[in-house]
């Protein structure tokens, strides 16, 4: 069985109910979510945006929203101030410039404040059901100690290089699983490869051999 094979079908017995863990309603939700959670926790995200989107459910109320009120809801997750500016303006271009609608084109999602090619891929695959492969710092380190990139590689490499290797109906299954896997299993630090179902063809500098 070739490795990306290996890799897919472990994936899938471990964690076949993978899932974002960002907790939202609708597109507007995910997106704005998803813009909040970069460089912190799906957990931290998950306890401001309840207040955020109960006070602020529409871009039109977001983007009319006193900055320093979008600010004290998001205080307790990392990079507030500039993420609270990106959602007020993010919500602004959406309302005026598309009607209140999410658009689910490349181009306009990553011309967006805030929105990246990560949280596009995202939002495009999970939203609009487009095929995509986000690439995080968990799906990034798991893509390296497992062979599938190498050390180095830059974010947008390592995307293609997924895209090439798995078939495009795994890429959204596969993109939460390997979350799931580096979040839970092949941690940063201290990975479980004692109980590794892939420690044979990990090719992993860190990893610690029983």
Not at 30 to 59: C, G, M, R
Request: hydrophobic residues 40%; glycine residues 4%.
């Amino acid at each position: 069985m070739k490795r990306a094979d290996i890799i897919s079908k472990t994936m899938n017995e471990m964690f076949p109910h993978a899932k974002v863990e960002l907790n939202y309603a609708n597109t507007f939700e995910l997106l704005v979510a998803v813009v909040l959670s970069a460089q912190t926790t799906d957990v931290s995200v998950n306890k401001v945006t309840p207040a955020l989107f109960h006070a602020y459910p529409t871009p039109q109320t977001l983007k009319n929203a006193p900055l320093p009120m979008i600010e004290n809801i998001i205080r307790s997750i990392g990079l507030y101030r500039n993420k609270a500016k990106n959602i007020k303006e993010l919500a602004r271009v959406i309302d005026e410039d598309y009607q209140g609608i999410i658009p689910s084109d490349r181009a306009s999602l990553e011309s967006l404040p805030g929105v990246g090619r990560k949280t596009t891929n995202v939002v495009l695959s999970n939203a609009f059901h487009i095929p995509a492969f986000a690439v995080d710092t968990h799906v990034a380190r798991i893509s390296v100690r497992l062979g599938l990139a190498k050390k180095g590689d830059s974010v947008l490499d390592i995307e293609k290089k997924l895209m090439k290797t798995f078939p495009e109906t795994e890429w959204l299954r596969l993109h939460h699983q390997m979350i799931f896997f580096g979040r839970y299993h092949c941690l940063a630090k201290q990975p479980k490869c004692y109980q590794c179902p892939l420690f044979d063809i990990c090719t992993s500098e860190d990893k610690i051999i029983p």
